[in-house]
């Protein structure tokens, strides 16, 4: 880890996961020099970073920067690609759910909406979740669940709200098992990360607002019809959020088909895919060095 902060860490601990702590980037290849196979997961590799694992079969998720044509394999799962080069895997296909996801049972669907998520990840540096929650407060006989990040940093703002609003809710932070909080929800309202998928697993109707520019990029809240996407988060006002909001509590068919085409799709199989393709590709690779 590279200028770890000290919740990053605390997090890998939490989590049982050994980390080495390091100076510089040529610290990286000394310490893969023994491996076969290295695993970049961090935005936009270089490509000097790259060439310096020249002799390791290499796989990167996420990535977008210009070491990626020199990887060997990359996942994009966030991005959809119509005509991606061939070292390039692009799209929900890919997606690799948590796997307290995993072991949960898809939600089933109900004619009533009673109980609605708001979740913006772990920072929500626009404060999408009091926007979402002033909406809320237009409809009556709702239960809400609010989740926030452990970067949240609008506390002030919305504690004065809630000291003051109506809604019924349930206020969570720093959550470690998302799946078993997205059971029992009829309608999400999310950003437009890796979330998305999340609820797409869980079979949940959502609505999705980008909060940045890179987050714009991600392509599956437009092309699926289980998720209704608003664009981003600057240029959704209130009276927008509120109706399609209102459409999908009033009109169940609507909803009906949004859960129907999420349950079609085996977002689930994402982890058996990424395997099956790094496996291949990595004895493909080993074969021609072999031969060469």
Do not use: A, C, G, Q
């Given at each position: 880890l590279l200028n770890t902060f000290t919740k990053g860490k605390q997090l890998l601990q939490e989590n049982n996961y050994?980390?080495?702590?390091?100076?510089?980037v040529n610290q990286v290849k000394e310490y893969c020099s023994g491996y076969d196979i290295v695993i970049n997961d961090f935005l936009d590799t270089?490509?000097?970073y790259i060439e310096g694992l020249a002799d390791k079969f290499i796989v990167n998720f996420e990535d977008l920067g210009d070491g990626a044509d020199k990887a060997n394999i990359v996942f994009n799962a966030l991005y959809e690609f119509s005509n991606p080069k061939k070292n390039h895997k692009f799209g929900w296909h890919y997606f690799i759910?948590?796997?307290k996801i995993l072991?949960?049972?898809?939600?089933?669907?109900r004619d009533e909406v009673m109980q609605i998520l708001i979740t913006f990840g772990g920072v929500d540096q626009n404060n999408l979740t009091l926007k979402a929650l002033r909406v809320l407060e237009r409809f009556n006989g709702l239960k809400v669940k609010i989740i926030l990040g452990p970067g949240y940093g609008h506390w002030d703002e919305l504690s004065r709200f809630l000291e003051s609003t109506s809604l019924d809710y349930t206020l969570l932070s720093d959550v470690k098992d998302m799946g078993k909080?997205?059971?029992?929800?009829?309608?999400a309202?999310?950003?437009n990360g890796r979330t998305v998928y999340e609820l797409a697993a869980m079979n949940i109707p959502t609505i999705s607002i980008s909060q940045n520019d890179r987050e714009t990029m991600h392509?599956?809240?437009r092309y699926s019809k289980g998720v209704r996407y608003l664009g981003i988060g600057c240029n959704?006002?209130?009276?927008t959020l509120y109706e399609n909001l209102k459409e999908l509590i009033d009109n169940k068919d609507i909803r009906y088909k949004m859960y129907e085409s999420l349950s079609k799709i085996d977002i689930r199989r994402g982890i058996k895919n990424v395997k099956d393709e790094i496996i291949s590709s990595f004895w493909r690779w080993k074969d021609e060095k072999n031969n060469h």
């Open positions: 050994k980390y080495l702590e390091i100076e510089s270089s490509t000097d759910l948590n796997e072991i949960r049972e898809p939600n089933h669907f909080e997205m059971e029992n929800i009829d309608i309202i999310t950003s392509m599956f809240s959704v006002d209130d009276e």
